[in-house]
């Protein structure tokens, strides 16, 4: 396996939103427990548990390059077949390795102290997952999933039984937990949305209305809040990503137009009111018509994961939801196929697309 795999370094310094994904740190000698020994199902089995936890709600940290290198070489040790999709979902990136930025010496591998690991990474890794006989000695008991470093962070737990640690059951349940009527959307950022954006490039915003609402707001001048300006402002913050919308143009509401140049005119203002925030907005616009559209309306992540929800963008129009709504795990492929099933029915925009992320030209 290559060992330029798919990997980034984390400051000190940063203090990434803890929820939905989990910063989790593993001994490298942990990866080649002897499971496999005694039952090789057994091992696929709790292999293929951890990587799913970890593609949907984990980003793997290793202590220095050195760490991540033994990491490494460790997986070539295992069964073929767990071996080869550990090391395709690394090189697809799905499984996000990070390296600590000053390093930390000496790894986990070497650490019996557990004031040692709570002093040097509470602030860095949420889980840290060890081989049977050094949770043991670090006070996992052999009857616990994990024990909670001093301090409350991090979690300590074995690599064996990784998923029923509180950090992965609290995010796998985070995921697609209710959004109750009266939570604060800024805790929802904080603990679902800002952890996903993190971990991901870019994100589709797959919502028949969001361009309409836009459109209320800035060419109508209407009263009309909108959660796609205070998603889009959210999504600023981490700097660097790409936001591909696919609404939908309208008929007439109200004797206003709501065509594809208004719906445009309106993400073009949105647009434009963020000034110079670093992220990049694509439009797609879609005729009006539930035979192209839908009324189903979905955040996708990146490859990572894909959230149904029932109203939409507009769930963050307040600062407290008003009403309990569903949330909804959609595979992956089930987003996508939606999104180009959308998309075959796109409106031709012009040249120089429907909206440009430049700053406009003020002139002298």
Known sequence: ????????????????ATGVVVG?????????EPIAIIDPALARSVHEELLEALTLNGRVVFTSQQDRDSFIEQIKTLPSGVAKLWEALIAS?????????????PGLAQTLDVQEIADRLASRVDLVLLEREHAEL??????????????GRPELGRLSTATRTHALVRARELLAAPIRAGDNREDIWRERLAPLVAVTK???????????????RYVYNLRSRDGLT???AKVAQMGGKRVRLITAAMEEEGGRAMGPEVIADGLQQLRWAMGEAKVQLDVVIIPDGAQRFGHDRHLRFGERVALALGPGLQVFASQRAEETITVARLPISDARDRERGSERHQIRPPTTGWITNRAPHTGS
């Open 93 to 105: 990136g799905r499984i996000r390795l990070e390296i600590l930025d000053p390093p930390v010496e």
């Open 202 to 216: 870019s994100m589709v915003v797959y919502d028949r209305y969001a361009g309409a609402h836009a459109a209320r």
């Open 1 to 16: 396996m290559s060992k330029q795999s798919p990997n980034s370094r984390v400051s000190t310094q940063d203090q990434d």
């Open 138 to 151: 670090l006070g996992v008991p052999p009857e616990a999933f994990s024990v909670l470093a001093p301090g």
């Open 230 to 232: 205070w998603l889009l």
């Open 24 to 32: 989790v740190g593993i001994d490298p000698s942990a990866i080649a």
